[in-house]
C-alpha cells in the first residue's frame, strides 16, 4: 500500500490499512501526513497538487477536523474511481462511525457530508435523485435555453457599460456573477429576492479554513432560504426547474420529503453558481493574459468550447469536493493503490489536470493541444454533472459577447496577483481586476 512518508495506521486499525478514524486530539506527529491546506494567496490548488502527486498517486492528507483521507491526483486512478462501483458518496452508508454515530464531524466536512441529494447518494439512491434533474436539463432543453442566455447576457453587459469603460471594474461581481444569478433566477426559478442573502451564505461552506461554529452558521443561513423556497414550490409549483423537481418528487414510487427536495434544490443552486462564476472568470484570465491564445479563438480558428476545455483542464473551478468512500476493501491493478473499507476519499480534480505523464508542459494555456483538454472539471462516471452542458453554454456566450463587445478589454492585476478562493473546494479568483477599455 503506497502511503505519504510516516503515514502509520492509528492503533487498533486494521494491519497494513489506514484508520477511517479521526486523529487523536493535539498537534500532529512531525512525521504525519500532510495537511490539505487549499489555495493560498502564495499558492494555487493546482501547485498544491503538483507537490502532492511526488508522494504517489493517492496519498494520505489530513483534511480540517483531523480527518484522514487518501487524496487522489492522478487522472487514471481518478477516473477509475470515479466511475466503478467500489467508491460512494454516501457517508451515511459507507463511513464507519459516521453511519453508527460514534463519530463526530463538523465544520466543512459535515457541511458538504450532511445533506442527501444527487451528489452525496449511490447505486439505485443515486440514480433516482439525479434522475429528475437530468431530465430537467437535457442537452436539447438547454439549447432551447440558448436564445434566453443570450438576452440575460446582453442585458449584464449594458448594466456593465454603465459602470464606464475607463473606470477599474470587478470582472467577478459585475460580470461573471451576474449572469448565473440570473439563469438561476429566469430559468430554473429562484426568486431573484432569495440569491443575494443564499450567496453570501453559501460562501462559508466553501472556506475550508473556517472554523466549525462560522461553518455552522453560514450552513443554517442556506438551508432556512431553502426551506421557504421549498414551501413556496410544494405550494404553487411553476413551468421551471424547481417546478419539475417537485412535480417528479412527487410522482415518485419514493416522494421526496421536504428535507430530501430542499438538499436537492441545495446542490442544484450552489453547483449551479459557484462552478459558472468561476468558469467565466477563469477563462477570461486566461484569453486576456495570453494575447496569442486570445487571437485565435476570437479570430474563429478555435472556438470557444475548446478554449474553455483547455480553461477547465488547466484550472477547474472545483478543486476537489469532500469526500468519497470506499465500498469496501479493494486494490487498483493499474496503480498498485489499495483501499480499506470505509476509508475516506478525495478526488484532487484541480491536481489531475495538471498531470505531466498525461498533458505536455501541463502549465501552459494551449487551446491548441495536441493531446486534447479532456478533464474532470464536470466530474466523471455516474457522478458526472448533469448540469454541464448548461454550464458550458452560459460561459462560452459570456466570455464570447463580452469580447465582441469589448473588444480593448484588459486585466489591470497580474494573473499571479490576482486573489484567489482560499479552499480545497472552489478554485477560483475572489476578485478579477480589469477595464473593458
Request: proline share 8%; hydrophobic share 40%; glycine share 8%.
Amino acid at each position: 500500500m503506497t502511503l505519504a512518508p510516516g503515514y502509520e495506521p492509528i492503533e487498533g486499525s486494521r494491519e497494513g490499512a489506514p484508520s477511517t478514524d479521526t486523529l487523536p486530539a493535539g498537534p500532529p506527529p512531525a512525521q504525519g501526513c500532510p495537511h490539505l491546506r487549499g489555495a493560498t494567496a502564495g499558492e494555487s490548488n493546482g501547485q498544491e497538487g503538483r507537490r502532492l502527486r511526488a508522494l504517489g498517486p493517492a496519498p494520505a492528507v489530513e483534511l480540517p477536523g483531523r480527518v484522514k483521507a487518501r487524496v487522489v491526483v492522478d487522472p487514471g486512478l481518478a477516473e477509475r474511481l470515479s466511475a466503478g462501483p467500489h467508491v460512494s458518496r454516501d457517508a451515511a452508508r459507507h463511513w464507519p462511525g459516521f453511519r453508527e454515530g460514534t463519530r463526530d464531524v463538523d465544520g466543512i466536512i459535515a457541511a458538504w457530508i450532511g445533506t442527501h441529494n444527487a451528489l452525496n447518494s449511490y447505486g439505485d439512491d443515486h440514480r433516482q435523485l439525479r434522475s429528475p434533474i437530468a431530465a430537467a436539463l437535457t442537452r436539447r432543453r438547454v439549447e432551447a435555453m440558448a436564445p434566453e442566455i443570450e438576452l440575460l447576457v446582453h442585458d449584464v453587459l449594458d448594466e456593465l457599460g454603465g459602470l464606464g469603460v475607463h473606470e477599474d471594474i470587478d470582472l467577478v461581481q459585475s460580470y461573471a456573477l451576474p449572469i448565473p444569478h440570473e439563469v438561476i433566477t429566469r430559468l430554473l426559478g429562484v426568486p431573484a429576492q432569495h440569491l443575494p442573502a443564499f450567496s453570501a451564505a453559501a460562501a462559508g461552506l466553501f472556506d475550508t479554513s473556517a472554523a466549525p461554529e462560522d461553518v455552522g452558521r453560514s450552513m443554517g443561513a442556506v438551508l432556512a432560504i431553502l426551506d421557504q423556497l421549498v414551501a413556496s414550490a410544494r405550494e404553487q409549483p411553476e413551468d421551471n426547474l424547481i417546478g419539475d423537481l417537485v412535480r417528479a418528487a412527487d410522482a415518485s414510487e419514493s416522494p421526496l420529503s421536504d428535507t430530501q427536495l430542499r438538499d436537492q434544490l441545495m446542490l442544484i443552486i450552489i453547483a449551479g453558481t459557484e462552478t459558472t462564476v468561476h468558469a467565466i472568470g477563469t477563462l477570461l484570465v486566461h484569453l486576456l493574459s495570453h494575447p496569442d491564445q486570445r487571437a485565435l479563438v476570437t479570430s474563429g480558428q478555435v472556438s470557444m468550447d475548446a478554449a474553455l476545455a483547455e480553461s477547465l483542464r488547466l484550472r477547474p473551478p472545483i478543486a476537489a469536493v469532500p469526500l468519497r468512500f470506499a465500498v469496501r476493501q479493494f486494490k487498483d491493478p493499474a496503480s498498485g493503490e489499495e483501499f480499506g473499507e470505509g476509508e475516506p476519499i478525495l478526488i484532487h480534480l484541480a491536481a489531475a489536470g495538471l498531470d505531466p505523464e498525461r498533458y505536455a508542459d501541463p502549465e501552459r494555456f494551449d487551446v491548441q493541444r495536441a493531446e486534447g483538454s479532456r478533464s474532470l472539471a464536470f466530474g466523471y462516471g455516474p457522478h458526472v454533472c448533469p448540469g454541464a452542458a448548461l454550464a458550458t453554454r452560459e460561459v462560452v456566450i459570456a466570455v464570447r459577447r463580452l469580447l465582441e463587445r469589448y473588444p480593448d478589454v484588459r486585466l489591470t492585476v497580474a494573473p499571479d496577483q490576482l486573489p484567489q478562493s482560499a479552499s480545497f473546494i472552489s478554485n477560483g479568483y475572489a476578485s478579477i481586476p480589469g477595464r473593458l477599455a
